[in-house]
């Protein structure tokens, strides 16, 4: 699976930007897709994950009611919508996906993603 993420970019406080990532190689699907995000000096952290059939979701706390994620089937691409961004969303954001999900299970944990895209560069400005 090749995963490609694009629409990062410098924003300023309170603005808007939707993040794709498009997806090949595999049956999108039948993959989990996650975004996980990681700044400066610290650790990538997860951020948002949708299942399947994009019914089931779920959000770090510190982006809930901000971010949303989709996805559209077919066209193999997976979104991130996020809103009211503040200066400590800046990170490189990636996303992911979990090829051997059992029924389609969404999780938040890092290592259970198979693949993973290049990242695209996020900076929130106050």
């Known amino acids: 699976v090749q995963l490609q993420a694009s629409g990062g970019g410098l924003v300023q406080a309170g603005g808007s930007l939707r993040l794709s990532c498009a997806a090949s190689?595999?049956?999108?699907?039948?993959?989990?897709m996650g975004w996980f995000r990681q700044a400066p000096g610290k650790e990538r952290e997860f951020v948002a994950t949708i299942s399947w059939a994009g019914t089931r979701k779920d959000y770090a706390d510190s982006v809930k009611g901000r971010f949303t994620t989709s996805r559209d089937n077919a066209k193999n691409t997976v979104y991130l919508q996020m809103n009211k961004l503040k200066p400590e969303d800046t990170a490189v954001y990636y996303c992911?996906?979990?090829?051997?999900?059992?029924?389609?299970?969404?999780?938040?944990?890092?290592?259970?993603?198979?693949?993973w895209g290049q990242g695209t560069q996020v900076t929130v400005s106050s």
């Open positions: 992911a996906a979990d090829a051997n999900s059992v029924s389609g299970a969404i999780t938040t944990r890092a290592n259970a993603y198979d693949y």
């Open positions: 190689g595999r049956t999108f699907s039948g993959l989990v």
